[in-house]
């Protein structure tokens, strides 16, 4: 027995205009999302290759190219630096390694004025690295 099928499946004209739509909304929401500012320092680290890492404890901060200080990505004073680091410091059962995250063109002598701030007996932080981006047609480390 031959039952009758009324089901019209895809036999009426295929309509754009829902497609559109939501490819247009899409659009939108792209380029209001690109328009957003991206949370975070705007940071150019310098680059360099066959750099070493680090396998201790470590406390960083950051430097901006207008050469703001930032830790715990709050923006600080050198006196509230002086603060968080030698908290750091107090509370770590090794000593600490301070990793400055500088924009290339932050001044030689800004870093080393915050070489010798967290060199400070209260602090005690004797090991300092700079951090640094790897160079684009460096090849890759050897394990």
């Given at each position: 027995?031959k039952f009758p099928?009324h ?11 829902p ?21 975070g ?5 310098p680059?360099?290759d066959?750099?070493p890492?680090?396998?201790r404890?470590?406390?960083?901060m ?10 715990e ?5 050198e ?6 680091l030698?908290?750091a410091a ?16 932050v ?21 300092l690295l700079?951090?640094?981006l790897?160079r684009a047609?460096?090849?890759p480390?050897k394990p």
């Amino acid at each position: 027995m031959k039952f009758p099928r009324h089901a019209k499946l895809l036999r009426s004209h295929f309509d754009v205009a829902p497609f559109a739509a939501v490819l247009f909304l899409l659009l939108i929401f792209l380029l209001l999302g690109a328009l957003l500012p991206v949370p975070g320092i705007p940071l150019r680290p310098p680059a360099a290759d066959n750099l070493p890492g680090i396998d201790r404890p470590s406390v960083s901060m950051a430097v901006d190219a207008d050469e703001r200080l930032y830790y715990e990505n709050q923006i600080v004073t050198e006196r509230q630096l002086r603060v968080d680091l030698q908290a750091a410091a107090r509370g770590a059962r090794e000593p600490l390694t301070l990793i400055i995250h500088a924009d290339k063109s932050v001044s030689y002598d800004r870093l080393a004025r915050l070489a010798l701030l967290a060199r400070e007996p209260a602090i005690g932080i004797t090991n300092l690295l700079l951090a640094t981006l790897p160079r684009a047609d460096a090849a890759p480390a050897k394990p």
